[in-house]
T-cell receptor, first 113, second 114 residues
Framework: AQSVTQPDIHITVSEGASLELRCNYSYGATPYLFWYVQSPGQGLQLLLKYFSGDTLVQGIKGFEAEFKRSQSSFNLRKPSVHWSDAAEYFCAVGATGFQKLVFGTGTRLLVSP | KAGVTQTPRYLIKTRGQQVTLSCSPISGHRSVSWYQQTPGQGLQFLFEYFSETQRNKGNFPGRFSGRQFSNSRSEMNVSTLELGDSALYLC?????????????FGPGTRLTVL
């Protein structure tokens, strides 16, 4: 069965600084990987996804993620954080043949002025 | 194109009651999935419907059920509510329900059980 680990529960970053959110997955085959963001009281918005091909994936709002098979990781990055990026970020893995997503526990991003 | 809509947005029920939540997918999407989000358990998959058939089911008791209509709209029902059912229930739709399909989430229904 697949699983996702997001080791950081909270991260605080200064506005304008770079950001990296960690995600490790466990899945026997090539995974489908996703990053979603959730603002308070809202649903989940897709930031980016990886299915195959280029291991560096570009998403919305200036986010990117890199798939590293050797490390079973799919870390999310942004070169310069804005105050509006404060939210909770979820990494998820999908399995071949199933629509079900397995989510990590999320990382709450705080942006300090 | 309108996004996924969920009604109602907020619900307060008491233990033992039952509740029905509704989800309207993005136009043209045929797959609808439901997730439960709680502080303790995080986001957990409930079930997925495609063309009015349940294709996948998560590890939840039989009190949780759902259905999908011919227009792809979906409902989920929770019977005999327990305090632990208090959660944000999220609905997601995708085009064809393939594992590579992107799921688009609605804003959720916040259920509080007293």
């Amino acid at each position: 069965a697949q699983s996702v680990t997001q080791p950081d529960i909270h991260i605080t970053v200064s506005e304008g600084a770079s950001l990296e959110l960690r995600c490790n997955y466990s899945y026997g085959a090539t995974p489908y990987l996703f990053w979603y963001v959730q603002s308070p009281g809202q649903g989940l918005q897709l930031l980016l996804k990886y299915f195959s091909g280029d291991t560096l994936v570009q998403g919305i709002k200036g986010f990117e993620a890199e798939f590293k098979r050797s490390q079973s990781s799919f870390n999310l990055r942004k070169p310069s954080v804005h105050w509006s990026d404060a939210a909770e970020y979820f990494c998820a893995v999908g399995a071949t043949g199933f629509q079900k997503l397995v989510f990590g526990t999320g990382t709450r991003l705080l942006v300090s002025p | 194109k309108a996004g996924v809509t969920q009604t109602p947005r907020y619900l307060i029920k008491t233990r033992g009651q039952q509740v029905t939540l509704s989800c309207s997918p993005i136009s043209g999407h045929r797959s609808v999935s439901w997730y439960q989000q709680t502080p303790g358990q995080g986001l957990q998959f409930l079930f997925e419907y495609f063309s009015e058939t349940q294709r996948n089911k998560g590890n939840f008791p039989g009190r949780f059920s759902g259905r999908q209509f011919s227009n792809s709209r979906s409902e989920m029902n929770v019977s005999t509510l327990e305090l632990g059912d208090s959660a944000l229930y999220l609905c997601a739709s995708s085009l064809a329900g393939g594992s590579a399909d992107t799921q688009y989430f609605g804003p959720g229904t916040r259920l509080t059980v007293l």
